[in-house]
């Protein structure tokens, strides 16, 4: 089986940058569509971004302007400008291989471990 494997979480302040990653384990396993959710204490996991094989991009309202999804081969980023306390939440990568790819839990059958992020005032 495929894992994901995530890297990059940490603290910042408020208006610091962090770069997830994420890579399958086996490199050459390619996913049609991956993408980033996240998961604050207390709330459901919520879509951030998204991209599809070819380049199509989707992002969260939350987010649009300020975080950049990227694919480099089978390698997931997420760079993080301009952080807000309310982006404190545990980071997911998720994947699949075919389907659709919305920012929607349902739509991925594959997930990470996940990194923290904590954004501090």
């Known amino acids: 089986q495929v894992q994901l494997l995530e890297s990059g979480g940490g603290s910042v302040q408020t208006g610091g940058s962090l770069r997830l990653s994420c890579a399958p384990s086996?490199?050459?396993?390619?996913?049609?569509?991956m993408g980033w959710f996240r998961q604050a204490p207390g709330k459901e996991r919520e879509g951030v971004a998204t991209?599809?094989?070819?380049?199509n991009i989707r992002y969260s309202d939350s987010v649009q302007d300020r975080f950049t999804i990227s694919k480099d081969k089978n390698t997931l980023y997420l760079q993080m400008n301009g952080l807000k306390p309310e982006d404190t939440a545990m980071y997911y990568c998720a994947a699949r291989s075919g389907g659709w790819c919305r920012l929607l839990t349902a739509d991925f059958d594959s997930w990470g471990q996940g990194t923290q992020v904590t954004v501090s005032s």
């Open positions: 991209i599809i094989y070819g380049g």
């Open positions: 086996r490199y050459t396993y390619i996913y049609q569509c």
